[in-house]
């Protein structure tokens, strides 16, 4: 995809003023910033990775430019439109560029605000004093390939400004899928120990039923006893009544 479509792209309904991040990376152009225009004046970070890059010549004003990114392109000097164009920048990735000497970097001078440079893979690595080399040619610059002068890594609130904003929204998401299922836990806790007093209640009210069974058992055993002796007695009573009558006769 060409560079001018992938920017018109990128903007996604959005007017060029509003646009504070634009990456482009792996798409294409003919060796020349294209597409970009000085109507990105709020532009904080530009991300140009992988896309043929030969010269920064083109690139438009962009005073609020913080971090440009244009590692893997065909980049071996003329940086000095950046101090002109971008006077604020403050991260500036270089890698993978043929950039051979430390004079192709010497323009770097006038960018003030510069603290991060990234030159890996880049040929003048392998220089036997690179390190001390481009700390002495740029004094302000506090990292260098990711680590400042006595080899302390770059922390990643500077490493990655765009942290500041916060976590993203994925991890809150998460802390609330979290709070739901601790939240679901408790609750089936309290469902389990519901349902477990539930069974004893019913374990109890079975009981009181038996004993209730039994009750009526024994009432009605003593009410059959009660009966006998008055049977009895009814038995004897006719007995006597016969024999009277005998008598009569």
């Excluded at 770097?108 to 003048?124: E, T």
């Excluded at 904003?165 to 899928?177: L, M, N, Q, T």
């Excluded at 009895?232 to 009558?245: F, L, N, P, S, W």
């Amino acid at each position: 995809m060409e560079m001018k479509k992938r920017i018109s792209l990128e903007l996604r309904n959005r007017s060029p003023a509003e646009v504070a991040e634009l990456v482009v990376d792996n798409c294409r152009s003919d060796g020349e910033v294209e597409g970009l225009t000085e109507e990105f004046a709020a532009l904080e970070m530009l991300s140009m990775v992988n896309i043929g890059l030969s010269s920064l010549a083109k690139l438009p004003s962009l005073p609020k430019l913080r971090k440009l990114e244009v590692s893997d392109n065909s980049i071996s000097g003329g940086l000095e439109a950046l101090a002109e164009k971008c006077p604020n920048l403050t991260y500036l990735n270089l890698s993978g560029n043929p950039i051979k000497e430390l004079s192709s970097i010497e323009p770097l001078q006038n960018l003030k605000n510069l603290r991060s440079l990234d030159l890996y893979s880049c040929d003048v690595t392998a220089a036997d004093d690179y390190r001390d080399g481009v700390f002495e040619l740029l004094p302000h610059l506090v990292y260098l390939d990711g680590f400042d002068q006595e080899d302390n890594e770059v922390p990643d609130s500077d490493n990655d400004e765009d942290d500041e904003a916060g976590p993203p929204a994925g991890d809150e998401d998460d802390e609330d899928d979290e709070d739901e299922e601790e939240e679901g836990s408790e609750g089936d806790e309290v469902g389990l120990s519901y349902l477990m007093k539930e069974g004893i209640q019913d374990e109890e009210d079975d009981g009181d039923y038996v004993e209730e069974e039994e009750d009526d058992e024994e009432e009605e055993e003593d009410g059959e006893e009660d009966d006998a002796p008055a049977q009895g007695e009814k038995r004897k009573r006719d007995a006597d009544d016969e024999g009277d009558d005998d008598d009569d006769e």
